[in-house]
């Protein structure tokens, strides 16, 4: 059996910085919190729990003072910042540079639309931690949206300003604002300098796109590395699987079935900005033993 792992696969940057953070916490401490999984991969955080590193949410934040809590890449809203000050706990904060830079013009933007009453929307998952920083940055007030079903929720009489979360699909954030520009234009002809559309993808995300599109073509089978909860890696999976059907998602070996290999002399292996190489390794050379 040939097996590869896609060259592109693994963390991104962000990913990798903040795992190297929590490791150098935990070289010299025995304990650090985390407000949130570090990644959207369960084995990468049994590991880290192993090392010292504990989750907590944010009911459990507010119970905490005098100690260290980490802030994951996905960034945080502003209250967790102000409760840290409250509660005499030192940040380590691993909010990945791009989204830092996302959340500041979230923030630019929010006090522009204020001034014209407008509005900020953001294209994103409810609920997710990015998002939710995000949004943060308007005093809650922004609109989240995910898809074309929550497109009324928009005032189209109203200034819109448009970001993305920055792991979903280029393809449908594309599709999405093009519906928005149409509601708009057609209730303001002549103001469409008050709808304004900021590409906030992450190109680590984006580029993966033919990339990976290239690599399933040059196996028989792909097997698809990801945690269920990871926005990209579903948004990777799913595209994979549209162009080789023989994609299968697992989030470990305890997944593979021997009966997938029925026929195939190749097999691709490839993951999500949060799955760690480690794992794509480990799945590697159990496929390499299959005949
Ligand atoms: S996917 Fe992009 S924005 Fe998100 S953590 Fe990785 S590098 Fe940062």
């Known amino acids: 059996m040939i097996v590869k792992i896609e060259q592109n696969a693994g963390f991104c940057f962000g990913v990798v910085s903040a795992i190297n953070l929590v490791e150098k916490e935990l070289g010299n401490n025995d304990k650090l919190y985390c407000l949130g999984d570090i990644v959207h991969n369960n084995k990468e955080v049994e590991r880290l729990s192993k090392l010292g590193l504990e989750v907590i949410d944010i009911k459990q934040m507010e119970k905490l003072k005098d100690t260290k809590v980490m802030i994951r890449a996905h960034g945080e809203p502003p209250s967790t910042y102000e409760l840290a000050k409250k509660n005499n706990i030192e940040i380590i904060d691993a909010t990945c540079p791009i989204v830092l830079k996302l959340q500041q013009n979230v923030r630019k933007g929010y006090t522009q639309m204020k001034s014209i009453n407008g509005q900020v929307v953001i294209y994103g998952k409810k609920g997710h931690a990015e998002v939710v920083g995000l949004v943060g940055q308007t005093d809650n007030n922004a609109i989240v949206i995910s898809g074309l079903e929550d497109l009324d929720f928009i005032d189209y ?28 234009k057609a209730l303001n002809q002549n103001l469409s300098s008050n709808l304004l559309i900021t590409n906030s993808i992450c190109n680590k995300v984006s580029s993966r796109s033919k990339q990976l599109i290239e690599f399933a073509d040059s196996v028989d089978m792909v097997l698809f590395v990801s945690g269920r909860s990871s926005s990209n890696g579903i948004y990777l999976y799913n595209l994979c699987k549209a162009h080789k059907e023989k994609t299968y998602l697992i989030s470990g070996k305890e997944d593979l079935k021997k009966e997938w290999f029925k026929g195939c002399q190749s097999v691709g292996i490839s993951g999500a900005t949060s799955t760690p190489m480690w794992l794509m390794e480990e799945i590697s050379d159990i496929c390499t033993s299959i005949n």
């Open 157 to 184: 009489t109203k200034p819109i300003h448009i970001f993305s979360q920055t792991t979903m699909s280029k393809e449908d954030y594309t599709q999405i604002c093009n519906q928005i520009e149409q509601k708009y």
